[in-house]
């Protein structure tokens, strides 16, 4: 069994972690960290669990007993807990911020399956890429791949307000995202780094700009991405170029219909579909930001990293069907 501890445990993120902890055949939770719930169940913040464990949440951090650590932090506090906690050096560490995504001083391994499985199977310490970041990339790689992102490409994306953490906020509480859309970081967004960095691994220079517009939806789970491409390539190439380029991935899948986000929800999938228009592709491309946007790609990169079937753990219904 991989013993696992998580950090930061009491979030979205990591309720999350623990559901899918919980009934994956091949790991056990030794500890979930909280200080401010220590002591606490569980179930009691991460009401779904009642009924399925009797763990209770830790000011402890046992890192000698454990096989890896999740890292559930908010964005900059991984690199500020490492510079005051030892980790030793046999225990594996999955960040689920974006402290270390971008290539740098450090050996993390970006932990995006489709394009990097190979090193985060002997990585000890992986990056777990952002949400809009993982629907945004897997609707352009293969576009990216085979040289066709030559002009800026325009993306709008809308997200779920657990896509912005479990403490409410002027722009997170019901009563404002009710009936509600707006945007927000137009052109600025965190997670553009990461995507570039990932188009130039594949298509080498990329001298166009990447115009993303983030929305803030009126529902709680689930990215929804369009990418628009200028290109002249004939559609058919493309589209088969797609099913080739994620014919062995896990849970990445070209769909011949246009999609909905129901579809998606509650699973580790990334749907994908293309419509041509003249000289124009339109992609969209579909995930669950809590699961294959954050804590299902974060076991999914664990199972790699550990030598399993990455599907353990995951083989998730959409709550819709």
């Known amino acids: ?57 830790t000011d402890q951090m046992p890192f000698e007993d454990v096989d890896v650590v999740f890292f559930c932090f908010g964005h900059g506090k991984s690199e500020a807990f490492l510079k005051e906690h030892t980790i030793p050096e046999n225990v594996k560490i999955i960040d689920l911020a974006q402290d270390f995504r971008i290539k740098g001083d450090h050996d993390y391994v970006y932990g995006l399956p489709e394009i990097n499985k190979d090193e985060i199977m002997k990585a000890q310490h992986v990056a777990n890429p952002g949400c809009f970041a993982t629907a945004i990339q897997l609707g352009l790689l293969p576009a990216a791949k085979m040289g066709l992102l030559k002009y800026d490409v325009s993306v709008n994306a809308i997200t779920g307000s657990t896509g912005a953490g479990q403490k409410p906020g002027a722009t997170t509480h019901f009563s404002w995202r009710n009936n509600n859309l707006s945007i927000y970081k137009p052109f600025t967004h965190q997670h553009l780094a990461e995507i570039r960095q990932s188009l130039e691994q594949l298509q080498g220079s990329l001298d166009v700009d990447i115009d993303f517009i983030p929305y803030r939806g009126d529902f709680a789970r689930g990215i929804f991405a369009t990418e628009v491409i200028r290109t002249k390539a004939y559609a058919d190439e493309v589209i088969a170029a797609y099913k080739e380029f994620y014919k062995d991935a896990a849970f990445t899948h070209y769909v011949d219909k246009p999609l909905d986000l129901k579809q998606v929800v509650n699973t580790n999938k990334c749907l994908i579909h ?48």
Do not use: W
């Open 1 to 57: 069994m991989i013993k696992v501890g998580i950090l930061g445990a009491a979030g979205y993120t990591g309720g999350e972690l623990i559901r899918l902890l919980l009934n994956h055949p091949e790991a056990e939770i030794v500890f979930a960290n909280s200080e401010s719930n220590a002591g606490n169940p569980v179930a009691e913040v991460h009401e779904g669990l009642y009924g399925e464990s009797e763990l209770k949440f």
């Open 274 to 321: 293309i419509d041509a228009f003249d000289n124009k592709l339109l992609v969209t491309s579909c995930i669950d930001n809590l699961l294959k946007g954050a804590v299902g790609q974060a076991v999914q990169n664990m199972n790699l990293m550990f030598g399993i079937d990455e599907r353990f753990g995951l083989n998730l219904k959409a709550s819709a069907f």
